[in-house]
């Protein structure tokens, strides 16, 4: 049982806080306003994995939250763009996720594209998708 936590946007694990280093800004697509600034970090984890991550600020109740105790067999998962994911936080929506519910890792990204539309808007998929991301392989 891992013990989670999230003090001003910056993730804990038992007791400590992850590595966590500032990188470039990242230009966030948004519909029907202009494009934002979003803050981009390596987070690093003790293993020595790290994977990047968006945080547009450190003030929602996700970025300051209470500690979560990982059940034994179960998973606490993230998302990267962490003031835009329903994820781990959410108990009542995601929650911890059960070994058995895993299928396997994340190998490539299939299909992206930018905010301006939604899913089942096919017709505005030309002017969104994010060519640059199509089937990218995920480290």
Do not use: C
């Not at 590595?19 to 697509?29: I, N, T, Y």
């Not at 979560?68 to 781990?88: I, L």
């Amino acid at each position: 049982g891992d013990k989670i936590q999230i003090k001003n946007g910056v993730v804990w694990l038992n007791g400590a806080p992850l590595e966590r280093a500032r990188l470039s800004d990242f230009e966030e697509l948004r519909r029907n306003a202009p494009p934002i600034e979003v803050r981009r970090f390596r987070e690093t984890l003790p293993n020595g994995r790290s994977y990047v991550t968006l945080d547009q600020a450190d003030s929602s109740p996700a970025d300051n939250t209470g500690i979560y105790e990982v059940p034994k067999g179960h998973y606490f998962v993230m998302g990267d763009n962490r003031d835009n994911s329903t994820d781990s936080r959410f108990l009542r929506y995601v929650g911890f996720v059960p070994h058995e519910n895993l299928v396997g890792p994340a190998q490539i990204l299939f299909f992206s594209f930018d905010d301006r539309t939604r899913f089942w808007e096919i017709w505005r998929w030309p002017i969104s998708i994010r060519l640059s991301r199509l089937f990218n392989l995920v480290h």
